[in-house]
Structures are given as C-alpha cells and as structure tokens.
C-alpha cells in the first residue's frame, strides 16, 4: 500500500542463468484536502419538507481561488456511496443526511463528505441598550466611528454564529429587505438609529430585526484659546480659574490634573 519501486524477480529452477527481474512505480495523487461542509438550516413552521440550498456550500468546499474552482467539481448524493445523485435545491424531510462528492478532475480521484438538512427556530434579535454615547470625531462634524461589529455577540445572546448571522442597516426598510448593510468594521455614524438584522444563514427569509439609538455629543468649541506662557524654571505659574464643567490637563490622557504648573 505504500508508493515506492517494485520489484520481481524470476529463477529458473536448474539454470545458471542470470535472473530477470521486472520492476513497476507505484505512485499515489494527493489527497483532495478542503473544509468540511457546513449543516444547512430552514426555519422550523412545521412542514414535513423543505427546500435546501445546497449551493451554499460550495464557496465554503472550493473557496475563491480560480486555480481551484476550475481542478476541482461538486456534486451531491443521497448516499455515502455516491451512486444516488440528487438535484439542487433539494427538498427532504429534516435530519436527512446528503453527501457532497468533490472530484478532482485533472486525476478522477473524490472523497465524499456528508453533512445534515436540519430545522431551527425563527431568530430572536436581542435589543441593545440604548442610547448609546459617542464623542463626535471632529468638531463640527456630528459623526463618530462605530465598530458596529462589537454589537453583534449581544444581538446573538447564546444563538450559534455558525447558524445565524448579524448586519446592520440605516433604515427598517434596507434592514427589512437586507440590502445596503452598513460596514461593520468601522462606520462614521451620525446621531439616529441604527437597524440590526438577524437571520439563518441557510434561510435568508428567516429573519428579526431589533434597532438601537446613538446618540453622537458635539464636541465643545473653544472660544478663547489660551497662549503658551513661559516662565523661569525656579517658579510656578497658578492657572487662571475655570468656569463649571472645565478642567486642565497634564497630559493627553486626561489624568494629573492640577492647578498649579512647575
């Protein structure tokens, strides 16, 4: 079973002639690595079937690479055999197990994979306390960066991520339809409400939607910008006084407050 030269070796009995030999390469293909398939979902409503996607899987199987979309191939089968193929969408009665057959078409050489058509419940949107306070990034701007990401585990509560998936929108109607979601990794907001979808990855029509409110504060402007004062090393300097709600600083991170300067 192992790749390597073999070798046979033929005597013939009562001849002092040189053996002959006859020698074969055993080589093996590489084996098809690629991720395992993902269980797909629908919403549970309490029907007997349901249609299942099954094309969901593949970005997941062959990734984006186009070296690899055109070697490899899927198919799907009801059975670990892969004899009995299947159309796609396919319609089955929950916990059927299908099997993907990945097929390495330079060599014919497949490996067939089996993951489970299932039912879950309707996506629960949990709420986010709100308002939620930002310091505007610039004055005068009314916008403050968000990392709307952050967010998502307290929408999710204890559902599975594998199963369900978070976006946000700047509408109830862009939220509603799923279009024009908003970057979750850095997104300039204005003070409004923020839309937060939750849906079953398998099943898109499946879906809650919650909202929050952020609430962006103006930074203060300041009127009358004090001039640097220089002073001999020996002495000290006592700020002027402050109105309510002013302070200084030492430092840019808002600590050692103080009213007197060495």
Not at 41 to 68: F, V, W
Not at 73 to 90: E, H, K, M
């Amino acid at each position: 079973n192992s790749p390597g030269t073999y070798t046979l070796k033929y005597l013939k009995n009562g001849s002092n002639c040189a053996p002959e030999t006859n020698s074969i390469i055993i080589e093996y293909y590489s084996p098809i690595v690629t991720l395992q398939p993902k269980n797909k979902y629908k919403c549970n409503t309490g029907a007997l079937t349901y249609s299942y996607n099954l094309d969901q899987n593949e970005l997941l199987i062959l990734g984006s690479n186009p070296d690899t979309t055109t070697t490899l191939s899927l198919s799907f089968y009801a059975d670990a055999q892969g004899t009995t193929a299947i159309s796609n969408p396919y319609v089955a009665a929950p916990n059927t197990i299908v099997y993907v057959k990945i097929t390495n078409n330079q060599t014919g050489c497949f490996t067939l994979k089996p993951f489970e058509l299932l039912t879950t419940t309707t996506p629960i949107a949990n709420a986010i306390t709100s308002p939620i306070l930002f310091c505007e990034n610039d004055p005068g701007s009314g916008l403050a960066d968000i990392t709307l990401s952050t967010y998502s585990q307290t929408v999710l509560g204890n559902q599975s991520s594998e199963i369900y998936q978070v976006s946000y929108y700047n509408s109830l109607s862009n939220a509603t339809l799923g279009e024009n979601a908003l970057s979750q990794n850095l997104f300039a907001a204005a003070s409004g409400t923020i839309w937060v979808r939750v849906e079953n990855i398998s099943d898109p029509n499946c879906y809650s939607i919650t909202s929050f409110v952020v609430h962006v504060s103006i930074l203060p402007a300041l009127e009358d910008v004090p001039k640097n004062i220089v002073i001999c090393a020996a002495d000290h300097y006592l700020l002027p006084a402050l109105a309510a709600g002013e302070e200084y600083w030492t430092n840019s991170h808002h600590t050692n407050t103080n009213g007197t300067v060495t």
